[in-house]
């Protein structure tokens, strides 16, 4: 592991802090990078102008039993992931090339716009129940790390 992936793993992790996600073990934190320059920032939360469930003062999927991994469409925030993304599409940044550093390992909906948007390496650090978006990944070809494996190298 390189002093930039640590640094930017500690930055995916505050900005997992801004999540407005209910659940506290679902505070996710992405960020887009490339060289060593951060791009942009996305966490998990509602979008602009919706009440976030924290707001609301209750977990929709919590209410309606859904287990972690699936329905991700009955939910009101957007993926951290997704939320870097599209950010970079807002402000005009391309991401073609660029890495992805992530709290958690991105479901198969954010693999997908991962790999559409370009970016050839991801690092993330908590797994996820989703093994559809590592073959994606694999097959598309981009680099798919969990940091764990990166501290091992040491």
């Keep these: 592991m390189n002093k930039w992936d640590k640094r930017f793993m500690e930055m995916a992790e505050l900005v997992s802090n801004w999540s407005s996600c209910y659940k506290d073990n679902r505070k996710v934190g992405a960020i887009i990078t490339r060289n060593k320059r951060i791009l942009t920032t996305g966490y998990n939360g509602a979008s602009s ?54 709290t958690h390992q991105p479901c198969t909906i954010c693999a997908k716009m991962i790999i559409n948007s370009g970016i050839r390496r991801v690092v993330y650090k908590e797994g996820y129940p989703d093994d559809f978006s590592m073959e994606l990944f694999k097959e598309a070809g981009v680099e798919i790390i969990k940091y764990r494996d990166l501290e091992n190298q040491d």
């Excluded at 699936?70 to 009101?76: D, K, S, W």
């Excluded at 925030?77 to 550093?101: C, D, L, R, T, W």
């Design 49 to 102: 102008g919706i009440k976030s469930c924290r707001e609301k003062g209750e977990c929709m999927r919590n209410k309606l039993n859904i287990p972690s991994g699936t329905r991700h469409e009955l939910c009101y925030a957007v993926h951290a992931e997704q939320n870097a993304i599209i950010q970079a599409a807002k402000i005009g940044v391309s991401v073609e090339g660029a890495v992805m550093y992530c």
